[in-house]
């Protein structure tokens, strides 16, 4: 017909590529998430490895502090036994 644009899209064309933009938004966002749930996910393991080697540290060095009593209380009693 003259006087029309064959080139614009019938209200119909509009709608349906109004509903894919959604779709691959909707889909764009989706994947977002996953790759952030991934990140989230690799964060909480490190934190978890982290913080087992804290656990560790720890109780060596409570096991250090205790071993370290025992010998002071060794040679406190041996220095009081060859004083005697």
Known sequence: ???TDD???TDNE???NSLETDDE???NVR???DMLDSKLDELNQAL???EQKNDDIHSRL????QSNKDIREQLKHQHTENNK
């Open 7 to 9: 080139n614009k899209p």
């Open 25 to 27: 938004q909707n889909e």
């Open 31 to 33: 994947e977002e998430y």
């Open 48 to 50: 978890d490895i982290l």
């Open 62 to 65: 409570l096991e250090l502090l």
């Open 1 to 3: 017909m003259a006087g």
């Open 14 to 16: 509009g709608e349906n």
